[in-house]
C-alpha cells in the first residue's frame, strides 16, 4: 500500500527540541522530493519545508529557517524533521507530503500527521 | 512572495447545490501550478485539483476547477453530504515554494 506515517510528535516545552519522523513504503521514495507542512489547532494549512529526491535542494518557510532542518534517507525511506527552539506557535500537527514535479506541481499523497504541541 | 485569498470563507449551503470557491492569487500565477486540496476534521488534506483544473484519481466529475492568471475557481456541481469540509487551494513557486490559501469552510445550511 502506498502510503506516508508520520511519528515523533509529542509534548515539549519552549526552546526544547523534537525529531519527527515519516515513514514512506509502496512506491520508490529516492525518486520524490518531500515535504512538510504544518496545521496549528483550527488554522489553516502552512508549508514548511522541501527537500529534493537527492537532498541536493533544500527549501525553509521563513518562521523556523534557523531552528528546524529537514533531512532524508533514501535507504530507509525515511524523512526527518529536526526541529529545535521551538516555541508555543510551532504547535500544530505536522503532515509529511509527497511532492510531484515537472509540468504539474502538487502534493499527491499526505500522512496522517503527528502532534506538536510546545507547551511549558 | 504570492499570497492566496480564498473567498467566502465560509460557505452554507444544503445537500444538491452548487458550491463556488474562489482563489485569487496576488500576481499572476500559472495554472500548471495550481491545485486545490479537500480536508475533513481530523484528516489528512486531499488532492482534488491540479494544473487548475485536471481532476486527481478518483475524485468525482461534479469537482471541477477553472482559471487562470490571478483567479481560481473550485465547483462542486451537486453538493453530496461527504463535500462538506474544508477547501484549500496552494501555488507553487520557484522562490517561494508552496503556499496555501487560508481555506474555505463548505457547511450544511
Known amino acids: 500500500e502506498v502510503q506516508l506515517v508520520e511519528s515523533g510528535g509529542g509534548l515539549v516545552k519552549p526552546g526544547g527540541s523534537l525529531r519527527l519522523s515519516c515513514a514512506a513504503s509502496?512506491?520508490?521514495?529516492?525518486?520524490?522530493?518531500m515535504n512538510w507542512v504544518r496545521q496549528a489547532p483550527g488554522k489553516g494549512l502552512e508549508w514548511v519545508s522541501s527537500i529534493s529526491s537527492s537532498s541536493s535542494y533544500i527549501y525553509y518557510a521563513d518562521s523556523v529557517k534557523g531552528r528546524f532542518t529537514i533531512s532524508r534517507d533514501n535507504a530507509k525511506n525515511s524523512l526527518y524533521l529536526q526541529m529545535n527552539s521551538l516555541r508555543a506557535e510551532d504547535t500544530a500537527v505536522y503532515y509529511c507530503?509527497?511532492?510531484?514535479?515537472?509540468?504539474?506541481?502538487?502534493?499527491?499523497?499526505w500522512g496522517r500527521g503527528t502532534l506538536v504541541t510546545v507547551s511549558s | 512572495e504570492i499570497v492566496l485569498t480564498q473567498s467566502p470563507g465560509t460557505l452554507s449551503l444544503s445537500p444538491g447545490e452548487r458550491a463556488t470557491l474562489s482563489c485569487r492569487a496576488s500576481q499572476s500565477v500559472s495554472s500548471s501550478y495550481l491545485a486545490w486540496y479537500q480536508q475533513k476534521p481530523g484528516q489528512a488534506p486531499r488532492l482534488l485539483i491540479y494544473?487548475?483544473?485536471s481532476r486527481a484519481t478518483g475524485i468525482p466529475d461534479r469537482f471541477s476547477g477553472s482559471g487562470s492568471g490571478t483567479d481560481f475557481t473550485l465547483t462542486i456541481s451537486r453538493l453530496e453530504p461527504e463535500d462538506f469540509a474544508v477547501y484549500y487551494c496552494?501555488?507553487?513557486?520557484?522562490?517561494?515554494?508552496?503556499?496555501f490559501g487560508q481555506g474555505t469552510k463548505v457547511e450544511i445550511k
Open positions: 496552494q501555488q507553487y513557486g520557484s522562490s517561494t515554494r508552496w503556499t
Open positions: 494544473g487548475a483544473s
Open positions: 507530503a509527497r511532492e510531484v514535479g515537472g509540468v504539474y506541481w502538487y502534493f499527491d499523497l
Open positions: 509502496g512506491f520508490t521514495f529516492s525518486s520524490y522530493s
